[in-house]
């Protein structure tokens, strides 16, 4: 029986304790998912975040996923209890929707404050998710300056920040969480290869074989373009000795598979190999 994957470094724990007691300050809760994974990079454990107050889910990189699968999770997930919207964080248009609609749940959530004899005018938002779906990414977008740090590795926002919008906004900015552990080990890879999960918390190898038989499965004419290949029958390893050899990889004992399985994982995370969704939606 395979152990539980556990990743929860001790910051994580303390912010989780800090947006708790934050929560009673906040109008509505935006949560931010990755629509590469759009089950995947949900993290249940902050439900209770949610559960009391307006929920905006922002299915963040909607540039980098199959449009196909999304517009079906889109159609399952968007219900009374849940405003879902799929966006590109690089698009001003994407980023002003998700704004309109934060405002549009946040004065309603306003409207209920004045009848507790709560009476003030800017709308006050969470934001939440796992590590890497583009929470700094947002903010930056909407205040337009650099006002959180962003990277494509998790763990980087260490604490939380309030950022004043305007006089009508403020969005407050917190730290990625992951669960204190993942019960399925494929969740756990499907998020280190997204880049919301350390790599080093399983094998590389691991990490490549999973991949490499996904695009097998749903996508094999994106790998075969992307790393000018003819095939991708036999074992993880040819491929890899193949992409290696194509790009002239050498070290001193021969071809340099590990730079290859670098290079694949790289262009992974980066979404440079093909428009995709790792969660399929159920037939």
């Known amino acids: 029986m395979e152990k539980n ?3 929860f470094p001790g910051h994580m724990k303390k912010a989780l304790g800090e947006m708790e007691k934050r929560l009673r300050l906040v109008d509505i809760v935006i949560e931010l998912v990755d629509s590469r994974a ?4 949900r993290n249940n454990s902050l439900s209770f975040l949610y559960d009391k107050k307006m929920h905006l889910i922002v299915f963040t990189k909607a540039d980098l996923a199959d449009k196909n699968e999304i517009k079906k999770w889109e159609s399952s997930l968007n219900n009374t209890q849940n405003k879902v919207i ?3 964080l690089n698009n001003e248009k994407s980023v002003k929707n998700i704004v309109e609609c934060a405002k549009e749940i946040g004065e309603k959530a306003l409207q209920k404050n004045v009848s507790r004899g709560i009476n003030r005018k800017a709308i006050r938002a969470m934001i939440i998710g796992i590590p ?3 929470k700094s990414t947002l903010i930056n977008k909407i205040s337009r300056r650099k006002s959180a740090r962003v990277e494509n590795r998790p763990g980087l926002t260490r604490s939380e920040q309030w950022i004043k919008i305007s006089d009508s906004l403020e969005l407050l900015d917190t730290p990625g969480i992951l669960p204190s552990s993942y019960v399925d080990k494929e969740v756990s890879i499907k998020l280190a290869l997204l880049g919301s999960m350390r790599e080093d918390i399983l094998p590389l190898e691991e990490l490549f074989s999973y991949l490499i038989n996904f695009y097998r499965l749903y996508y094999p004419n994106f790998f075969l373009a992307k790393y000018k290949l003819t095939t991708l029958d036999g074992d993880d390893l040819s491929v890899l ?9 050498m070290s001193k004992s021969g071809l340099d598979t590990n730079r290859a399985l670098n290079l694949v994982l790289k262009d992974f995370r980066n979404g440079e190999i093909g428009k995709i969704c790792l969660d399929r939606f159920p037939h």
């Open 132 to 134: 890497n779906v583009g």
């Open 86 to 88: 799929f966006a590109d």
């Open 241 to 249: 000795q193949t992409i290696a050899n194509n790009r002239n990889f």
């Open 38 to 41: 759009p089950i995947s990079s």
């Open 5 to 7: 994957i556990h990743w």
